[in-house]
């Protein structure tokens, strides 16, 4: 079992940055992705990393304003979000499974969520 707490997200102006963190807990030789779910819409990819954080991927959408780390001593991923945009506005998900995809089935775990607003 993989327990997932994410933290960091708020209420920012466009061009500024937050960075979101995703502590795990139990196992945690997985590999992590960050979802995110806009009001209406599909939960969608943004970025993921691979359990050794050797490789990541990232949405075209984010692609050179976001970055995602792990910090294995500390069980944690990061999500380094510069640049924000209103359209980043959302709940940003992380989860935790066996494969780097970017589906969302591909995770067998999921935190709760931490809401991302930027104003314009």
């Known amino acids: 079992q993989v327990q997932l707490v994410e933290s960091g997200g708020g209420l920012v102006q466009a061009g500024d940055s937050l960075r979101l963190s995703c502590a795990a807990s139990?196992?945690?030789?997985?590999?992590m992705g960050w979802f995110r779910q806009a009001p209406g819409k599909e939960r969608a990819f943004v970025a993921t990393?691979?359990?050794?954080?050797?490789?990541?991927r990232y949405a075209e959408s984010v692609k050179g304003r976001f970055t995602i780390s792990r910090d294995s001593a500390k069980n944690t991923v990061y999500l380094q979000m510069n640049s924000l945009k209103p359209e980043d506005t959302a709940v940003y998900f992380c989860?935790?499974?066996?494969?780097?995809?970017?589906?969302?089935?591909?995770?067998?775990?999921w935190g709760q969520g931490t809401q991302v607003t930027v104003s314009s």
């Open positions: 139990g196992r945690t030789f997985y590999a």
């Open positions: 989860a935790a499974g066996q494969t780097s995809s970017i589906l969302p089935g591909y995770y067998a775990y």
């Open positions: 990393i691979t359990s050794s954080g050797s490789s990541t």
